[in-house]
């Protein structure tokens, strides 16, 4: 049996990603952020080709549009290629897509072959994840068809309606749910045991909280300082609709909007948006901890800067800020913009480009130079530059770890083991102001390319020692999740009120001080 699955494997690896199912799991590493989960592929058109190349390109870019996000090219067009597949994938940053372009698209979908797993950027291979937690359906994504102001018992209701009533899933969320003391028993049935405890239960904790449940550690204290007197009562409670949800996963909202954030994960490498540091700060602001603004002005300028800015714009402008390049050069980068496509482009034979932005172009090597983008190489390579000085001369580290740490986050893990034919619920811990982060660095890898423009912004990357990261292609594998983009959960408040407005964040305008090490 193992030889014929392993045979039915081979066959459908070399049929590539038309023969992969939704949410099949691609992987390159052991952290969250390692892990891509294929969505669907498409094929335009449906079978044959366009009649031009350009009509080709002129549906990609109506497709593009209607997406809101350029997908990454996996090749260069040619007067040969008339058609392409664009496949979508889930990963912690949000939506990627990736477009392949071809001759043509074969009537029987799984006979187009010409998208492998080897075109997925980063090194991604199958995860072949049989029998493994990932593969139950017991996450949040996986059991629940409405994601946002739940309740405990809508959460309920969902884990009824997905399993049944009967179902040994349904009858211990009610005994959890129930709990007034622990530990408690649940029937283990057939129940996968890593699964419930690592997903299963990221429904349940919220709901322990809401409900008053005994639980370990000072999700009180959090409570009083960011929802105030009648702490998780009345909150309700979102979850991600993506299988990834970024540096937590789920969130609690009270009557005012307040908000404070649950994690069941751990921290090695997670990679997530620079707002997540910048909502924090404010939160804490209207929790009355000012002191962090005041403290870390200069980190909270980085912030804003990214945040403000665009894929270009916000690392060309804290070049400015920080005298690497000048506003006059910022906008000759931008002109570069018009030699995209050109085979015969020169940096040196740009009118007016200064030697300070040849050294940049030129110090920054490509994968593939004969598919470089020019702007997006400039870009990219300012993007590292800037990266490596925030990381290696200031305390953005520091400073970024101590505001997250202390934001409304609170870490929750599940205490369990095996019984005989039961799980023991031993409890529920909390950690708060919590100990995710350590270390925290700027990162340029996943978001820039000389190849391809994701429209992602400068990452953060949690815990993983700051230093000078070499000014090469490594892969750039998604969009950035934005204040508008549903990955930030952190932006969801419930519309109890009318003219209700979010709060944005007004910095000084400083730069980064002190140097922090070499």
Not at 118 to 130: L, T, V
Not at 149 to 160: C, D, M, R, V
Not at 224 to 241: K, T
Request: hydrophobic share 35%; with cysteine.
């Amino acid at each position: 049996m193992r030889d014929l699955l392993n045979i039915l494997d081979n066959l459908s690896e070399a049929r590539g990603l038309s023969a992969r199912k939704p949410g099949e799991v691609y992987t390159r590493g052991p952290n969250p952020d390692d892990n891509i989960t294929f969505q669907g592929l498409d094929f335009y058109p449906d079978s044959g080709q366009f009649e031009t190349s350009d009509e080709m390109l002129a549906t990609l870019d109506q497709l593009e549009k209607k997406l809101g996000t350029q997908a990454e090219r996996i090749n260069n067009p040619t007067t040969a290629t008339k058609a392409f597949g664009i496949a979508e994938f889930d990963t912690t940053l949000g939506k990627r897509y990736l477009v392949k372009f071809a001759k043509e698209i074969k009537p029987v979908r799984t006979a187009n072959t010409f998208f492998q797993t080897k075109d997925i950027p980063g090194g991604f291979s199958q995860s072949d994840a049989r029998g493994s937690k990932e593969k139950v359906g017991y996450k949040p994504s996986d059991v629940l068809s409405k994601f946002k102001s739940q309740t405990p018992e809508t959460i309920l209701a969902a884990i009824k309606a997905k399993f049944g009533a009967d179902s040994d899933e349904y009858k211990a969320s009610v005994i959890i749910s129930q709990a007034t003391t622990f530990p408690v028993e649940v029937p283990a049935g057939n129940m996968d045991f890593a699964g419930f405890r690592d997903y299963f239960c990221e429904m349940l904790q919220p709901i322990a909280l809401v409900n008053g449940a005994p639980v370990k550690g000072n999700a009180g204290k959090a409570a009083e300082v960011f929802l105030g007197p009648a702490g998780y009562s009345d909150c309700v409670i979102s979850f991600n609709e993506g299988v990834s949800g970024g540096l937590y996963d789920s969130l609690l909202v009270n009557k005012m909007g307040k908000q404070i954030k649950l994690s069941s994960k751990g921290a090695k490498g997670a990679m997530a948006s620079v707002v997540n540091i910048l909502r924090s700060v404010q939160e804490l602001e209207k929790a009355g901890l000012t002191e962090f603004r005041k403290k870390y002005s200069d980190v909270v300028f980085v912030l804003e800067t990214i945040d403000k800015g665009n894929h270009d714009s916000g690392p060309l402008n804290l070049a400015i800020a920080y005298k690497m390049i000048t506003s006059d050069e910022a906008s000759k980068v931008m002109d570069l913009k018009q030699y995209a496509g050109d085979p015969n482009f020169q940096i040196e034979k740009v009118p007016g480009i200064t030697k300070n932005l040849i050294k940049f172009y030129n110090s920054r090597k490509a994968a593939n130079p004969s598919k470089v983008v020019p702007l997006n190489h400039m870009v990219s390579s300012i993007a590292y530059t800037v990266c490596n000085y925030v990381n290696l001369n200031t305390n953005f580290s520091d400073a970024a770890a101590d505001i997250l740490n202390n934001s409304a986050l609170v870490q929750m893990y599940t205490e369990a083991k095996k019984g005989k034919d039961t799980f023991i619920i031993q409890g529920f811990t909390t950690v708060w102001p919590n100990k995710l982060f350590n270390e925290v660095t700027l990162e340029a890898s996943k978001s820039y390319s000389s190849t391809t423009a994701s429209g992602g912004k400068l990452v953060f990357n949690i815990n993983k020692e700051p230093r000078k990261e070499p000014n090469v292609e490594q892969g750039a594998t998604t969009d950035e999740p934005g204040p508008s983009k549903a990955g930030e959960l952190v932006d969801f408040i419930p519309p109890v009120t009318a003219n209700r407005e979010k709060t944005r964040a007004t910095g000084d305008v400083e730069k980064l001080g002190r140097s922090r090490r070499q």
